[in-house]
Nanobody
């Protein structure tokens, strides 16, 4: 089992910044993709940003130019730097990790519990 510990959420005014962190621990042989999804009240969960082990990044159009995803492979940690925050960024942000437990097992996905980000106007 893999545990994901998220931190960094909170309340910020529009135009402000926050940095989210997510550390993965447990039975991990390798990690492929790490990233973030978010879910606002009454809406479906949506991709925010992901980063592969090779450093390839993917962003939702709504956050391009404002958010930056990065990772520390040695620490199995993914970060999300969020700048120029808008009220529409308000949501619960969930960390996601695609990993293998051993060299022969299939890729699995683990989700974090989520951290609340609230942006006031």
């Amino acid at each position: 089992q893999v545990q994901l510990v998220e931190s960094g959420g909170g309340l910020v005014q529009a135009g402000g910044s926050l940095r989210l962190s997510c550390a993965a621990s447990g039975s991990i042989f390798s990690i492929n993709v790490m990233g973030w999804y978010r879910q606002a009240p009454g809406k479906q969960r949506e991709l925010v940003a992901t980063i592969t082990s090779g450093g390839w990044k993917n962003y939702a159009d709504s956050v391009k130019g404002r958010f930056t995803v990065s990772r520390d492979g040695a620490k199995n940690t993914v970060y999300l730097q969020m700048n120029s925050l808008k009220p529409e960024d308000t949501a619960v942000y969930h960390c996601v990790v695609d990993y293998k437990r051993t060299v022969v097992t299939d890729m699995a996905r683990s989700w974090g519990q989520g951290t609340q980000v609230t942006v006031s106007s």
